[in-house]
């Protein structure tokens, strides 16, 4: 089975229609932005989609391990779970914007794995002790109490609530291998370029054996750009726009791991040093501090072109061992307009959907 869903964008405002449009459109999942700087909140606004729809499946992209705390994100998805009959999932990363516009770095390693092992064990309704974390308020000890609690737990999680998944956004090898043995899901975040997506999943794959897991116990998916256009040219500068954002977290903490070849090197580079975080969540990287992305980079790192070249190369990440697609476009060209339906979800959805069945389009 093949999913596609629709990456989040840094919406401020949510409506029922909207969402019932998006369901009847075809697609499986939607996410919602976390970064309180930059969007609306993502569990009000989920909360209103999970009203409006029936089997549309929704999801943070992506919440982080500091914003909120642990026992906090695990209620906001245990009560989605529990609005929607059972189709939340649970995105989430090391912190980008939302921390950024914070002051903060992305969280630390250890901090992240914690933070998913603590989850994974609240969704399921067991307790996480309290530990000696920062955090600005006194410790509960300081209290004079009879009793005092010594452990979070979501004790009103009913006890036949399907778990929420955690569905981890993962760039580099440290966090694959970190997220491949605790989550349900990995979605990678390594452009479309098939080498680099081999070497995430061997990676994820490597990480699951060397804990004695059966390496189909997670599903893989992709956060992938596609601009699907008859016309290349046409949409050479939107899609050029659209790389950066989501390259940049190939090198937020340094250079890129994994494989690379022609230009990737220089354009990685150039990402690393000019990425300007003030512009965050628009389109208008198309120039670097003054260096502009190669087209050759961009059509290789996004999937630009008509439909059967954007079905060509889904297919291709999906032989590798892709099952999610989530799309950031979202997948078709801004400039075609909201009238009917684009040539991603005419077109390219039904025809991937219809080749991985073995059946007609």
């Not at 630009?304 to 297919?315: A, F, N, S, T």
């Amino acid at each position: 089975m093949i999913e596609f869903w629709r990456a989040g964008g840094s919406e401020t405002k949510t409506s029922m229609e909207a969402a019932r449009s998006v369901e009847a459109e075809g697609w499986d999942g939607q996410m919602f932005m976390d970064s309180q700087s930059l969007c609306a909140d993502p569990y009000v606004r989920m909360g209103v989609w999970a009203v409006a729809t029936e089997r549309l499946q929704l999801s943070t992209g992506v919440t982080n391990p500091l914003t909120r705390h642990p026992a906090v994100t695990a209620a906001a998805a245990a009560t989605l779970q529990s609005i929607s009959g059972g189709r939340a999932v649970l995105g989430i990363g090391r912190g980008d914007s939302a921390l950024a516009y914070l002051g903060h770095a992305p969280a630390g390693l250890a901090v992240f794995r914690r933070t998913l092992s603590d989850l994974q064990t609240l969704l399921s309704g067991g307790e996480v002790a309290f530990g000696a974390d920062d955090c600005v308020a006194s410790s509960l000890d300081t209290l004079s109490l009879g009793g005092r609690p010594t452990a979070c737990r979501l004790k009103w999680l009913p006890p036949d609530s399907p778990k929420v998944p955690l569905d981890v956004a993962a760039t580099g090898p440290k966090v694959i291998e970190i997220c491949a043995p605790i989550a349900e899901r990995v979605t990678f975040s390594v452009g479309a370029i098939p080498e680099r997506m081999s070497w995430a999943l061997d990676l994820a794959r490597a990480a699951r054996r060397n804990h004695g897991l059966a390496e189909d116990g997670v599903r893989y998916g992709a956060q992938i750009i596609v601009v699907c256009h008859a016309d290349r040219e046409a949409v050479r500068a939107v899609a050029t726009s659209m790389v950066a954002p989501l390259a940049r977290f190939q090198v937020i903490q340094g250079e890129a791991a994994g494989p690379e070849s022609g230009s990737d090197h220089e354009n990685f580079a150039a990402i690393r040093t000019g990425y300007d975080m003030t512009r965050h969540g628009g389109l208008s990287h198309d120039k670097i501090k003054g260096t502009t992305l190669s087209w050759e980079f961009v059509q290789r790192f996004a999937i630009v072109g008509p439909p059967d070249h954007c079905i060509e190369r889904l297919l291709q990440l999906a032989s590798l061992g892709i099952r999610r697609f989530v799309i950031v476009g979202p997948g078709y060209h801004p400039e075609s307009g909201p009238a009917g339906r684009s040539l991603f979800v005419r077109e390219v959805m039904p025809a991937v959907r219809a080749q991985l069945l073995g059946t007609p389009a």
